[in-house]
Each structure stands twice: as C-alpha cells, then as structure tokens.
C-alpha cells in the first residue's frame, strides 16, 4: 500500500506543478496560450497513466477514487488514504509553484468566468465523460488497456480546450484545492469539489448499468 500511495502523491503533485504551473507560467511569459495549457494537462496526465498506472492505477483525482470506490475496486480504508496523499500532493504542488514564481495568475486556481450554475453544470459533465472514459478503457475486460494512457490524457487535454475558458475544467478536486489554497482564493471552490465529485458518482452507476445490460 506504501508504493501505491507514494505514487498517488507523487503523480498528484506532478499533476498539479505541470498544469496548474503552465497556467502561471503562461501568464509570466505569454509563450504557451490556452491551446498549449490544455495539451500540458493532457499530456501530463498521460504519462503519469503510463509512469504509474501499474502500481496505483493512476486516480490522481479523488472523484475517480471515489468512482472507482463506488464501482468496487477498492475499500473504504484505501480509498480515503488515496484522497488523503492526492490533497498533500496537490497542495504541496501548489506551495512549491508558490515559492518559485510568486502569487501569479492565482497559481492557476480554477473560476468561473460566467456564473456558479453554469461552471457547476459544466464540471459534472465534463467529470461524468472523464469517468465513464476511464472505466470505459481501463476497466472494462473488453478494453485494450495498453491504449488506456492515451484515450483518458486526450479526454483531458480535449476538455480542458473546450471546457477551461469558461470554467477552468478542473474534472478533479485536488486539482482545484491545490491552487485555492495556496493562492487564498478560495471562492467558488465548492463548486469543483460538489460537480466534480458528483459527475464521477453519476458516471460510474450509468456505466455499471451500462455492463450489467451488456451481461444479460
């Protein structure tokens, strides 16, 4: 359990330094634009699937854990260690873009550009996609799951195009209590704790319903 925890903080915390951190260094540098934002998060998540999926299975994101919990695939006691190392991970991440460039673009904190309803609308749907994609490919016994890495990093990187300008497509809850709390601003911040935590719960009863049609 050790190793698995070790590396549910470390890709949290890679997670969050990488895409949260090019939203700072962005803003310091104008070199990125939201396009590239989008691809680091994309892209990062992809390699910590395939650095890390192996050992942990890759959450980083304590509303998957909490789907894949719902699911059956793990325990009440691990997947609240899980959450636990994802938040220090994702908080630390924060601090440490913190210490290194200064309180720039809220470290990259999430908010909503229009109002609270439609971020809040926005992050379930965009969580419910991310989950059923998850367990869609690297769950399910008919998944080439090899190819798993990439069809969940490019759900991120395609959300996170789309779904940022307005609500910052956070799809995870440590993703957006990192940056808030280092930042201080944490305004709206239930809004990426509740959506987010109930698009995963939603999609991971529809796809179960989904596999027990295709049993029968």
Request: proline share 3%; no cysteine.
């Amino acid at each position: 359990m050790k190793k698995k925890l070790t590396a549910e903080f470390l890709g949290t915390y890679f997670l969050v330094f990488a895409g949260p951190g090019a939203v700072v260094i962005d803003q310091i540098t104008q070199s990125l634009s939201h396009i590239g934002i989008a691809l680091t998060f994309g892209l990062v998540v992809t390699a910590l699937i395939y650095t890390f999926g192996h050992i942990s299975g890759a959450h980083f994101n304590p509303a998957v854990t909490i789907g894949f919990f719902l699911y059956g695939d793990m325990n009440k006691r691990d997947a609240i260690s899980y959450i636990i190392v994802q938040l220090l991970g994702a908080i630390l991440a924060s601090m440490t873009t913190l210490l290194l460039f200064g309180n720039v673009a809220k470290l990259g904190a999430t908010l909503p550009r229009g109002t609270e309803s439609q971020s809040f609308v926005l992050e379930f749907i965009l969580t419910f996609f991310l989950m059923i994609i998850i367990l869609g490919s690297a769950v399910h016994g008919k998944a080439i799951k090899s190819f798993a890495g990439l069809a969940i990093g490019a759900t991120v990187g395609l959300e996170a195009m789309f779904g940022g300008p307005i609500s910052g497509a956070s799809m995870n809850p440590a993703r957006s209590i990192g940056p808030a709390i280092a930042s201080g601003h944490l305004e709206h911040l239930w809004i990426y704790i509740v959506a987010t935590i109930l698009g995963a719960i939603v999609a991971t009863f529809v796809y179960k319903f989904m596999h027990e049609e295709q049993q029968i």
